[in-house]
């Protein structure tokens, strides 16, 4: 076999060096355009894990870097003079040129000729001329964008600016340094890489980059002003570039990776934020399973798919990770006034992968810190604080989210929902919220939705009602009402979602007469007579749902229904006084808020649910969504809920763990309002971690609480708590332990080479 690779950073000498040692028949060529000395950067950060993998791959390499690394555990984060310290975190480091000198120092033993100052020949040639070509030349690959139209790449440019420095001495721990300057927030990220030198990379948003001048400066005179900045940080001392520039983060995504006998590696096929220092790491990782695939796989077409059966899953999980550390560095001014610990807490949890119940293992003394900070009486996870929205005071965070049942008669609840909501309720959660409860007939999504528009259906709402309260005191009950709008008159969804029922269909309507998509109903616009009929309905369903008992209103805002479809531009193509502007977009919602909370109990709390983005373009983005809670906070409401799309059919969401609550988190900052998060918040480990963070006041599971409805108890029980902010009914009080298992044995390494 011959094989090619472009590229001779950590990740293409890797695999060369893998690829040659595990069949030394093959022929193994390195094409590296630089000299052997010359990179760019400093320190690079080796994780614990790709150590392991490196081990068992070839422990040649893995007992050079032992020597050479230098090892520490603690994370310093300095902001308003305060230092805070966490423990546990287990770094190790190496010099760049070390770590490449001993790539080439086994490629050269074990046989792969290296090319230095030498560019490789065209891709084509190369392809044709050998069985297989690593295409490992960094996040410019000219690999990549020669054949653009197979590979699909997606580069994403960032607003922040950096540059990567050097300081001639060593960090004591991975430090963070928070500056706050005439121009606006900086920030520095330092680490030591050999006993007398450190990384420095000093961020700062585009626009306070531009403010403070660094635009203007060469690259001698950035280097002395970021200094003078940090001073503190770096006791006095000065920094030292190599050919540093500013430049600006940029994450490369592709949709594939290989195309016949070319495949990307490392920062060609992705990237991923400099911040959870996972450049390096996720090319070496790359190697070592191209390495394995290629040995385990019957041909190389084989092993190329497998290769990206593999690694794409991972590397995804990890852009979500970086992306998250990326954004919440460059909106750093959002919590620069959270207590000092909190704000400690909340830039280690940044990624997600850092969590409340990690933390608490890495270093309990600086976890229990700051939750005493944010109030939890001791050993009380956060999840189990009361929370307080007007005149409720609910036990604890968790919130069984709204989620449609289709399994009314005639808009009654019956016999299903109070067990369903009953059960819930005995499981501990300290909000249960029912499904879209809706105002009219005509307003329902599917014949299956329940309502609130007779007295019939009050009465049977108010059997769940008195259940709940009677049998689980302390929990709340919460009713969420809207109107369908355009997506009304389908089918139930398990026997065909958003699709419209065969027969015996209901006449819609909407802020415009715009189908949800392509053979849906075409809803009649609204006049301004069936507007104030719809207000009115709302109102009606009010008088009933404070009749029928419930602690809590949620006026649906979200997710494509009537009152949503007014907010968006998408579905809102009025010319009248309730379309256009954003301010005649919210008129409608706005009047309807208003005369709800004109007729709700005065002590009970009202919630608005709203999609932050409609995830396509053209659409709702986050910065309406700040301006539409605003409006609604102005207005009376005492918390939003904060979900995103569902409003068209042609959306593209973002999905990953806990990938809607960076919208709350805005809001809540941004607007001072209490938010309730939603979306793939699936652990209670999540749940204590976006509060202890500040991100949001109230969680809302759906699906978890489907699969366990009493899972807030056991969360509890998993976390050894007893306290009343998960209260087990008496009944139920003989399985408040979880009971044992059996043991398991942990699966061997999967890359073991050796």
């Known amino acids: 076999m011959r094989v090619a690779i472009i590229g001779g950073g950590p990740g293409g000498l890797y695999a060369a060096a893998l690829l040659k040692r595990l069949d030394p028949a093959r022929e193994v060529t390195v094409w590296e355009r630089n000299a052997p000395d010359e990179t760019f950067g400093f320190g690079v950060v080796l994780s614990d894990e790709t150590l392991g993998g490196i081990e068992h791959a070839d422990p040649v390499v893995y007992e050079a870097l032992q020597r050479r690394f230098v090892r520490w555990d603690d994370i310093d984060i300095v902001h308003r003079g305060t230092r805070h310290t966490s423990g546990g975190h287990g770094f190790a480091a190496v010099r760049r040129q070390t770590l490449l000198k001993i790539l080439h120092e086994r490629c050269h033993c074990l046989g792969v000729p290296i090319r230095f100052r030498t560019e490789a020949p065209p891709l084509d040639e190369l392809s044709r001329t050998h069985d297989l070509v690593v295409a490992a030349d960094g996040v410019h690959s000219t690999s990549r964008q020669a054949r653009a139209e197979a590979f699909r790449p997606r580069v994403d440019t960032h607003r922040c600016r950096y540059i990567w420095l050097a300081a001639d001495f060593a960090f004591d721990a991975f430090r963070f340094e928070i500056a706050e300057t005439e121009h606006g927030v900086m920030q520095l990220h330092g680490y030591p890489f050999e006993a007398g030198a450190s990384t420095v990379i000093v961020e700062m948003h585009e626009d306070v980059w531009r403010a403070a001048g660094f635009d203007e400066l060469g690259e001698q005179e950035s280097v002395e002003r970021c200094a003078k900045i940090f001073a503190d940080a770096l006791g006095g001392r000065p920094l030292r570039s190599n050919k540093s520039a500013w430049t600006t983060f940029r994450t490369v995504v592709n949709e594939h990776w290989s ?155 019956g016999d299903f929902h109070l067990v369903h909501l009953g059960a819930r309720a005995l499981g501990g959660a300290g909000l249960v919220m029912t499904e879209m409860v809706c105002v009219s007939e005509e307003g329902r999504i599917t014949p299956g939705c329940a309502g609130l528009y007779t007295g019939r259906q009050a009465e049977a709402w108010r059997r769940v009602t008195d259940f709940v309260h009677r049998q689980s005191p302390g929990t709340a009950i919460g009713v969420q009402l809207g109107h369908s709008g355009r997506k009304g008159s389908t089918r139930l969804m398990w026997e065909g979602m958003d699709e419209p029922l065969p027969t015996g269909n209901w006449p819609l309507v909407a802020a415009s007469p715009l189908p949800y998509k392509p053979g849906s109903q075409i809803p009649r616009e609204l006049s301004r007579a069936q507007l104030t009929d719809i207000r009115e309905q709302f109102v009606a369903a009010t008088w009933r749902a404070a009749r029928a008992g419930f602690d809590l209103l949620e006026l649906h805002c979200a997710h494509g229904y009537l009152l949503s479809g007014f907010l968006s531009p998408l579905t809102n193509r009025r010319t009248d006084a309730y379309g256009g502007s954003p301010e005649r977009r919210l008129r409608f919602p706005l009047e309807v808020f208003d005369a709800v909370r004109a007729v709700w109990p005065a002590e009970r709390p009202m919630t608005v649910r709203i999609s932050a ?102 969360a509890a029980a998993e976390q050894g708590y007893e306290g009343p902010g998960a209260v087990w009914p008496a009944p139920y009080r003989a399985g408040s332990r979880r009971p044992q298992t059996g043991r398991t044995d942990a699966p061997k390494p999967r890359l073991s080479l050796s």
């Open 613 to 714: 983005t409609d995830w396509a373009e053209g659409g709702t983005t986050a910065d309406d969504a700040v301006e539409i809670a605003r409006a609604f906070a102005a207005h009376g409401a005492d918390a939003i809920d904060v979900s995103t799309g569902q409003v068209v059919a042609e959306e593209r969401p973002e999905f990953g763990r806990s990938y809607q609550t960076p919208f709350a988190d805005r809001i809540r900052h941004e607007v001072g309002i209490p938010v309730i998060a939603v979306g793939a918040i699936s652990s209670w480990d999540d749940v204590n971690s976006l509060l202890l963070a500040g991100r949001t006041d109230l969680c809302a599971l759906a699906r978890p609480h489907l699969y366990d409805p009493h899972w807030t108890l056991h």
């Open 259 to 413: 195309h016949g006998n070319v495949v990307l590696l490392g920062d060609a096929a992705h990237t991923a934020h400099f911040s959870i220092g996972s450049g390096t790491k996720l090319a070496v990782e790359d190697a070592l399973a191209l390495a394995a695939c290629l040995k385990e796989q019957p041909d190389v077409p084989a092993a190329l798919a497998a290769y990206e059966e593999e690694r794409k899953p991972v590397v995804a999980s990890t852009q979500r990770a970086a992306r998250a550390s990326l954004e919440w560095f460059e909106n750093l001014g959002r919590y620069l006034d959270q207590p000092p610990r909190q704000f400690a807490f909340n830039l280690l949890t940044r990624s997600r992968r850092v969590t409340h119940d990690n933390l608490r293992l890495r270093d309990a003394r600086f976890t229990e810190a700051v939750e005493r900070e944010f109030g939890c009486p001791p050993g009380t996870p956060p999840m189990f604080t009361p929370f307080r929205l007007r005149g409720l005071t609910l036990r604890n965070r968790v919130v069984v989210s709204p989620m449609d049942m289709y399994s009314a008669t005639d808009g009654v609840p």
